[in-house]
């Protein structure tokens, strides 16, 4: 009961139940319209040229129908031939602008990027693209796997001479450091 007392208090307020004005409901209306008319119109347009296209084919002649189906076929090859060179540019250009490395040409089926008309399709290329791995910023081998020390065991360590020219409160420091280290475990 309260809902249809809401719906009253809205309609006489200028608005319908779902808070539009009764002129933004009818616009709406109308707009709905004209879409539903115009794809019934697309939908007669398809089907009359369908009808056509096959009341032509049934009207040619058998050389008529071999011309055309070389006229097709050299279509075809002439668009997968330069399809690939497409295909091969955007890849380039799609993984320059992800940041990854592409394998090498050889590897790879350009012709699996095409669409059924010959042109590149792009949607396939980003999904390629995007499961490429990103190439890592640090070494691609374990650093620190054990090996010992590495190096010279006096780099970066003062020797008896320079700790002759330094005075306490240097020498301090140089300790703290750690570029005495070497000097007091006996290596230097």
Avoid at 34 to 41: D, G, L, V
Avoid at 142 to 154: C, E, H, K, T, V
Avoid at 157 to 167: A, P, W
Wanted: aromatic letters at 4%; hydrophobic letters at 35%; charged letters at 30%.
């Amino acid at each position: 009961m309260d809902e249809s007392k809401n719906d009253q208090t809205t309609v006489e307020q200028g608005q319908t139940p779902d808070g539009q004005s009764p002129e933004v409901a009818e616009l709406q209306a109308e707009i709905d319209k004209w879409k539903a008319m115009s794809r019934k119109n697309e939908e007669r347009f398809k089907s009359a040229s369908h009808e056509l296209d096959g009341f032509r084919q049934s009207q040619m002649t058998d050389t008529e129908k071999a011309i055309e189906a070389a006229r097709v076929e050299a279509r075809n090859a002439a668009l997968s031939e330069v399809g690939t060179k497409l295909v091969d540019a955007e890849l380039r250009a799609a993984s320059s602008a992800a940041g990854v490395n592409l394998p090498g040409a050889e590897f790879l089926n350009l012709g699996s990027f095409l669409d059924g008309s010959g042109n590149p399709d792009s949607a396939r290329i980003e999904a390629f693209v995007s499961s490429l791995p990103k190439p890592g910023s640090g070494a691609s081998y374990a650093q620190n796997i054990g090996l010992g020390r590495q190096g010279s065991p006096a780099a970066g360590q003062l020797t008896r001479e320079d700790l002759s020219r330094m005075s306490p409160r240097e020498i301090n420091e140089a300790r703290a450091a750690g570029k005495c280290d070497a000097l007091l475990r006996g290596e230097i």
